[in-house]
């Protein structure tokens, strides 16, 4: 099968991370106000507890399917029979997933409560089973994936306006954030047959993924404690309304978390490809790059949305969410923490087989996240679970540091941490005066923004840093 081009695969991706970006952009501020902060925290709550029950069912094969088709995507045989291999395993244990959820809404009383948002929210389990993502970006189809998500949420965007009215309609918007998301898996099940056969072919041996199939689903057991249990021991342990103050602020981390990401995405494929067949320059050349992009990009993101966080809560959510301000102001850094551990984990231990490093780092960080929320939480509420999460993520990036320790020198040669330093200085010093205009937030932003990431990205470029001038000319994106 022809290798696709990373440099199409980057702009389509970064097609998607924009519609990704500008779809809550538009549709939070109206859900925000619309909803409140309880009505946002409930949807919030309900998100963050089944992605527990979909994590058992999908059991780690989201990432481990990306990397097992990717060494077989030339053989079109083998690749159906992996397919079939994995699939079969999701829906035998999304099978279990509902059963284990039917037992809980039956008997835990704060889940009745919301029974039918729950099993609204419940259908992106069998649509995530049905959906195979993992083959269309092993085969790396992100033309495909990004033309079929924008206009899902096109559509999506149209149902909310028309839909969603009032504080009962939570439910609605719900249903309206499964369809964005998940619809369109039943269009990737429809389409699968240009890539493999739908008949079975015979040869089958479940038992050969099991022991990666089980490593990758520890390693999404520790990712999602880490990044949902802050909202679910909110909710158990305050209210609904805090759990909406901390979903404001971790909804516009994970816009940006997208955009840090958004390279690193389309590498792991390439870079389990450059592994299995021994292009270990390549490979190394992928790593480099996608460190410094990520270093770069994250920094000036990161301290701009510190600096005017309060801006962008009352922009995006209104007066309502003033409580949503310090969380995220504390939660930013992890931009930088999770787009470094997105290349030392995903796109460097994944690829080389060290699946089992990238677990333990990320248990480590889930019992981080597990104390401090305990310890926090009941005192400084949502501003508690932020400072778990980031805590947490550090820890992670301290032990794959430590694992990577022979070869992180290498992985950071390409970061020019002066270049980075004075070009953030210079940007900070031309437009945190703008904070005192008053001229409403929208237009506070937008000069900020223009004049930060402008004077940054213009200091880097007199520098001449080098993955800039690098992506100018395309190389870095080369086939």
Same mark, same amino acid.
């Given at each position: ?126 649509? &995530? %089973? ?5 083959? /269309?970006? +092993?085969?790396? =189809?992100?033309?495909? $994936?990004? !033309?079929?998500? *924008? ?86 342990? &305050? %209210? ?5 103050? /901390?979903? +404001?602020?971790? =909804?516009?981390?994970? $816009?940006? !978390?997208?955009? *840090? ?89 994944v690829p080389t087989g060290r ?74 010093a031309a437009s945190i005066w ?46």
């Amino acid at each position: 099968m022809r290798k696709q081009s990373i440099r199409i695969n980057f702009v389509m991706n970064a097609i998607l991370t924009m519609s990704s970006f500008i779809f809550p952009l538009i549709t939070f501020p109206y859900i925000s106000r619309v909803l409140g902060p309880e009505g946002t925290g409930k949807i919030q709550f309900a998100t963050s507890l089944i992605s527990y029950f979909s994590m058992f069912a999908q059991l780690g094969i989201p990432m481990y399917g990306i990397r097992a088709c990717a060494k077989v995507r030339d053989n079109r045989e083998e690749l159906t029979r992996t397919v079939h291999e994995l699939l079969g395993i999701n829906l035998i244990m999304t099978a279990i997933s509902y059963g284990a959820l039917a037992i809980a809404l039956m008997t835990i009383p704060k889940l009745q409560e919301e029974k039918t948002l729950m099993i609204v929210i419940s259908l992106t389990i069998i649509l &995530t %089973t049905i959906g195979i993502e993992w083959l /269309y970006k +092993a085969l790396e =189809k992100y033309t495909y $994936i990004t !033309v079929r998500s *924008v206009i899902f949420k096109l559509i999506a965007l149209v149902m909310m306006f028309l839909m969603v009215k009032s504080k009962e309609d939570y439910v609605i918007y719900g249903g309206i954030s499964i369809f964005a998301s998940s619809a369109s898996s039943v269009l990737n099940l429809i389409n699968a047959h240009k890539y493999i056969g739908f008949k079975p072919v015979g040869g089958y041996r479940l038992r050969r993924h099991l022991k990666l199939v089980l490593i990758f689903f520890a390693m999404a057991c520790a990712t999602t404690i880490y990044t949902n249990l802050d909202n679910v021991m909110l909710g158990f342990m &305050t %209210t609904d309304t805090d759990v909406g103050y /901390y979903g +404001a602020a971790v =909804k516009i981390k994970t $816009i940006l !978390v997208s955009i *840090v990401t958004s390279l690193g995405a389309v590498l792991l494929p390439r870079a389990s490809y450059y592994v299995e067949n021994g292009e270990m320059d390549e490979f190394r050349r992928l790593t480099r790059k996608a460190m410094s992009f990520v270093t770069l990009l994250a920094v000036p993101l990161s301290l701009y949305f510190i600096l005017f966080a309060r801006e962008g809560i009352l922009l995006l959510s209104g007066s309502a969410y003033e409580g949503s301000v310090v969380p995220m102001q504390v939660i930013m850094p992890t931009l930088l923490l999770i787009g470094m551990t997105n290349i030392t984990g995903i796109q460097i231990l994944v690829p080389t087989g060290r699946e089992k490093a990238v677990l333990y780092s990320e248990i480590a960080g889930a019992i981080v996240d597990i104390i401090l929320n305990a310890l926090l939480i009941p005192s400084l509420r949502s501003t508690g679970a932020a400072i778990g999460t980031l805590v947490a993520e550090a820890a992670v990036l301290v032990v794959q540091f430590y694992i990577l320790r022979d070869e992180i020198r290498d992985i950071l040669s390409e970061i020019h941490p002066a270049n980075i330093l004075i070009g953030t200085g210079l940007a900070v010093a031309a437009s945190i005066w703008t904070k005192m205009l008053h001229t409403g937030y929208f237009l506070t932003l937008a000069i900020s923004a223009i004049l930060f990431f402008g004077i940054y990205a213009g200091f880097l470029f007199v520098r001449k840093e080098p993955i800039i001038r690098e992506i100018a000319k395309t190389k870095l994106l080369k086939r």
